[in-house]
């Protein structure tokens, strides 16, 4: 005697979410046991959960916890909405995502590296569970007139100093061996190079963020990484073709006024870790005359 399984009514038939948001009809077939139906929908359910885009699954999201945005263009990440986004540059399956190396890339003079630099990167790496947060400093700025006040041994020594403590951070010297200015994209180029498979991050601030369009080929930069932003008051505004993670954090150290205070004689320890503030001194950098 033939098994069957039972049919629902035409008008009652169910539908289910799918693990990945698609919605996915249950259908009711003839099948040798119920043993052999089960088995099925192991299977699929195994699809699902792999990332792998089927009928069941067609779309992806960063990882399992953060639910998928509209792929049109880049989407803020925020504490209160804890949404992400895929930009087009980034096809590519969530488990592929999930089992890349996160590694971040943390630009700047450095002149001085500060506490708050340390705890900016602090933050970014809690936040998105970077593996690897790279340090570096630049040779020649293109948005700053001039060159850095320390030379970049000096600079590269105080970030050694500084990031000693952070099993994540790596100080990386790749544009100081350049003799070009240290545009990004390229920059951002080299390292998707020397990381394959990776998911590169790029950390900037609020400003530069608004000003990222009046950079060199903006567009390359960012089909190489997703932006990690962070804003001083507004939140940043998400940028059509750009992946942006958008985090809340400030801190009162500038460089700036760390160089002015050392030039005028004034202490400006409380700003610096105390192995930064004592090669300073050593090496008589920032000092007036």
């Known amino acids: 005697m033939k098994s069957w399984v039972r049919r629902r009514p035409k008008t009652?038939?169910?539908?289910?979410?799918?693990?990945?948001?698609?919605?996915?009809?249950e259908l009711s077939y003839p099948v040798l046991?119920?043993?052999?139906?089960?088995?099925?929908?192991?299977?699929?359910?195994?699809?699902?959960?792999?990332?792998?885009?089927?009928r069941y699954a067609r779309a992806?999201?960063?990882?399992?916890?953060?639910?998928?945005?509209?792929?049109?263009?880049?989407?803020?990440?925020?504490?209160?909405?804890?949404?992400?986004?895929?930009?087009?540059?980034?096809?590519?399956?969530?488990?592929?995502?999930?089992?890349a190396r996160k590694i971040a890339v943390f630009g700047g003079t450095f002149d001085p590296v500060h506490l708050g630099?340390?705890?900016?990167?602090?933050?970014?790496q809690q936040a998105l569970g970077l593996d690897e947060l790279r340090f570096v400093p630049c040779r020649i700025s293109p948005h700053k007139a001039g060159q850095a006040p320390a030379g970049g041994d000096d600079r590269m020594e105080m970030l050694r100093r500084a990031t000693a403590d952070l099993a994540w951070g790596v100080v990386d010297d790749c544009?100081?061996?350049s003799e070009e200015p240290s545009f990004s994209?390229?920059?951002?180029?080299?390292?998707?190079?020397?990381?394959p498979g990776a998911r590169l991050f790029w950390m900037m601030g609020g400003d530069q963020w608004d000003a990222l369009p009046q950079w060199r080929y903006p567009q390359r930069l960012a089909a190489c990484v997703e932006f990690i932003v962070f804003g001083r008051g507004d939140v940043p505004q998400p940028r059509a073709g750009y992946?942006?993670?958008?985090?809340?954090?400030?801190?009162?150290?500038?460089?700036?006024?760390i160089r002015e205070a050392i030039a005028q004689g004034r202490s400006a320890h409380p700003w610096l870790a105390p192995a930064v503030a004592e090669w300073i001194v050593s090496r008589r950098l920032y000092q007036a005359g």
Not at 90 to 97: E, K, T
Request: aromatic letters at 4%; a positive charge; proline letters at 3%.
């Open 60 to 99: 992806v999201s960063f990882s399992a916890e953060i639910p998928l945005a509209e792929a049109s263009g880049g989407v803020a990440v925020t504490p209160e909405t804890g949404t992400s986004a895929q930009g087009a540059a980034f096809d590519v399956g969530a488990a592929d995502l999930r089992k």
């Open 33 to 54: 046991s119920l043993a052999v139906l089960r088995l099925l929908r192991a299977l699929r359910n195994i699809a699902i959960s792999s990332g792998r885009v089927s």
């Open 243 to 257: 992946v942006m993670h958008a985090l809340a954090g400030n801190h009162p150290a500038a460089a700036c006024a």
């Open 12 to 25: 009652a038939r169910s539908k289910r979410q799918g693990r990945s948001g698609c919605r996915s009809t």
């Open 175 to 177: 544009e100081l061996r």
């Open 185 to 195: 994209y390229a920059t951002a180029e080299a390292m998707r190079d020397r990381f």
């Open 117 to 124: 630099h340390v705890h900016l990167a602090g933050l970014a």
